[in-house]
Antibody
Framework: EVQLVESGGGLVEPGGSLRLSCIGS????????MIWVRQTPGKGLDWVSS?????????YYADSVKGRFTISRDDAQNSLFLQLNSLRAEDTAVYYC????????????????WGQGTLVTVSS | DIQLTQSPSFLSASVGDRVTISCRAS??????LAWYQQKPGKAPKLLIY???TLQSGVPSRFSGSESGTEFTLTITSLQPEDFATYYC?????????FGGGTKVEIK
């Protein structure tokens, strides 16, 4: 069974940094694009960032996080990362790691697998 | 950026009711649209992809349709476990975008 497990969330002061991790299992991690989606408490879903499989080597970011967040992956460790820098109060959210039904998310078949989410709280 | 306008944002219905939720895209997204169900404290669950294909394991009372840039999620006979929030998402181009959500509550 495909599983995605996030870690790394917590309380951080404005301007601070965090690194989120996600470990995937029961699928060929290196073959899949991966994405991060966040959800502000009580609000809707927002796509944050995507990374293609290593063979394509492309990354994509929402305008709201471009220049502050960095997505990366370590296929040897079946791991996805999101480095969050220059954090703001509006970055407070549950961050989900997710995978598409197909290897490509763009023009694919939806996000079929989600982690349980990790909460990031930005507050002084 | 492609905007998804979802309506209504809130819906009150009874068990057994037929429910329809609309999602309008600001431009052509072909059929690269998915629907999700989310319950409090849980990750979203994929219901429909390709605008109308039912994800494996999802009850057949859920269906999706499209007409141009207008997409519809229909629940033919609402069950107690269907009370949740529903979102559409487009996968046609970056940035990926979600609709604002529809909360379905018990009347």
């Amino acid at each position: 069974e495909v599983q995605l497990v996030e870690s790394g969330g917590g309380l951080v002061e404005p301007g601070g940094s965090l690194r989120l991790s996600c470990i995937g299992s029961a699928f060929t991690f290196s073959s899949y694009s991966m994405i991060w989606v966040r959800q502000t408490p009580g609000k809707g879903l927002d796509w944050v960032s995507s990374i293609s499989s290593s063979s394509w080597g492309r990354t994509y970011y929402a305008d709201s996080v471009k220049g502050r967040f960095t997505i990366s992956r370590d296929d040897a460790q079946n791991s996805l990362f999101l480095q969050l820098n220059s954090l703001r109060a509006e970055d407070t959210a549950v961050y989900y790691c997710a995978r598409g039904r197909q290897t490509s998310v763009l023009r694919g078949q939806g996000v079929g697998y989600w982690g349980q989410g990790t909460l990031v709280t930005v507050s002084s | 950026d492609i905007q998804l306008t979802q309506s209504p944002s809130f819906l009150s219905a009874s068990v057994g009711d037929r429910v329809t939720i609309s999602c309008r895209a600001s431009q052509d997204i072909s059929s690269f649209l998915a629907w999700y169900q989310q319950k409090p404290g849980k990750a979203p669950k994929l219901l429909i992809y390709g605008a109308s294909t039912l994800q494996s394991g999802v009850p057949s009372r859920f269906s999706g349709s499209e007409s141009g840039t207008e997409f519809t999620l229909t629940i033919t006979s609402l069950q107690p476990e269907d009370f949740a929030t529903y979102y559409c998402q487009q996968f046609d181009s970056y940035p990926l975008t979600f609709g604002g959500g529809t909360k379905v509550e018990i009347k």
